[in-house]
């Protein structure tokens, strides 16, 4: 299955300008006052402000994205192997569900909140 990935951040809103160095296990994204990672086993081209990926996945295999902050100046490194990255993800999942089963909002975006956290 063909699948795209495109990742443009916007510091402080998109007041602040920034640099993306494509290097090591994918790309730093640094802004005078913050900087942000994007580790990947996806192959990653410049993309004005960020960076963009078109790649195919087969059947058993698994693409891994993992955004995070990181220090000025630093070289994204690896992604974190396979097993690891799905325990990271299992973990966010069964935290939003045990946060989203307290809420007792019932207003309509509800459904989509729940929606969007459930694996």
């Not at 443009?8 to 005078?32: M, W």
């Not at 698994?62 to 299992?90: H, I, R, T």
Request: glycine letters at 8%; hydrophobic letters at 40%; proline letters at 6%.
């Amino acid at each position: 299955m063909a699948f795209s990935m495109e990742c443009h951040p916007a510091f402080n809103y998109v007041r602040n300008t920034h640099e993306a160095e494509i290097a090591g296990g994918g790309v730093g994204f640094h802004s005078p006052e913050q900087s942000l990672g994007l580790s990947t086993n996806v192959k990653l081209n410049r993309d004005w402000d960020g960076v963009v990926a078109e790649f195919t996945i087969q059947e058993g295999e698994l693409a891994v994205f993992v955004l995070g902050e990181m220090e000025p100046g630093a070289v994204c490194n690896d992604p974190s192997p396979e097993a690891e990255v799905l325990d990271m993800f299992k973990s966010t999942v069964a935290d939003w569900m045990q946060r989203l089963s307290k809420r007792t909002h019932t207003g309509p975006w509800r459904e989509v909140v729940q929606h969007s956290a459930s694996p």
